[in-house]
């Protein structure tokens, strides 16, 4: 997990179960910063995250220690993700309403990644009808909650209040960035690549050159994408026997995402194939003003030396740089 954790702490019983998150983030292979309410601080010395961390930790919101950026929002920058834990009844009830009067609260107003609170607090507290229209507040605001667990607290009594633990927070965030870079998990992706031949008549054939490497990038970063990828790769093979294949993979796979980026010759007379229901990008020149190969698609890339993918030129050459802006548009896109 090679991502910037911002843990802010703030002042409960439960701050010393935020130095083993620390440790845990870490060697789940996590960068992590702290920044520390005055409250927290009463609970543990800053030397625990610094070491467990190490980083500095951050405090003093006046406390400029680097002239060149503005440490809050440096941070607020630098995070994937912003962990407030624990999180006191009164950081909730500052965030609930805007206030940003410490490094803690001025640094979550000025993010955008995400951030995630783990209230830990007295049962009763907890219970309190301001607090609970504080999280309500928090929840419609977009914000994501470690909901603490039950047991024995600190105060006394057993009951909704405790941090949950460290590794199950560490699984839950590594859980959140795995989804994240897999975003194809699940789906299965029919890629073609080289190139295929139409028939001409009886006896020829036509077919064109290619080396395939468009097709084998894309099929590769599918790969790394989550996807469960069956790349075609052929060099003498008919379009027709693709047309075949791809109606048995749509049978055995409903849900199949198929790319066409294997080169087929744009004839007259070359077939022209629907197949209902199967996503699809479809590759080539405009030879002849509109694609050879159709399958349902609104996706079409204009592919030379250049592909123009949504109206931004790609260096064909660099596959692997075209595979990643491929899937980056295709993920963000309509197509999807
Ligand atoms: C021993 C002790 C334990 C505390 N534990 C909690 C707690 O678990 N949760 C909480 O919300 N406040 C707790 N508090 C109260 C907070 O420290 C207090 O509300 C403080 O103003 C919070 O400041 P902060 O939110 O800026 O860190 C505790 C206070 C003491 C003295």
Redesign the pocket.
Known sequence: MNKNILLC??????VYKAVALVSKLSQAGANVKVI?????R??VNPLSFQVMSKNDVFFDTFDEKDSSVIAHIDLADWADLILVA???????G?LANGIAD?M??TTLLATTAPVWLA????VH?YDHPAVKRNLAQLASDGYQFIEPSEGF???GYVGK?R?EEPEKITAIVQGFFSEKVKPLAGKTVVVTAGAFYVPLDEHHVISTKANGRIGQAIAEEAKILGANVILIDEKEASVHKLFEQLEGYQKQYPSTFFIHAANTPTIEGAPILSIEGMTAVTFGQKVIGEPMLTIVSDTWIDFSDTAEINGQFWDATDATQFAKAFWTYILQGDAQ
């Open positions: 702490v703030s002042g409960g019983i439960a520390m309410t005055a409250s927290a009463q609970f624990p999180a006191t009844a009164n950081v909730i500052k410490d803690v609260t209230p830990a607090m007295n507290m607290l600190a105060c209040g941090l």
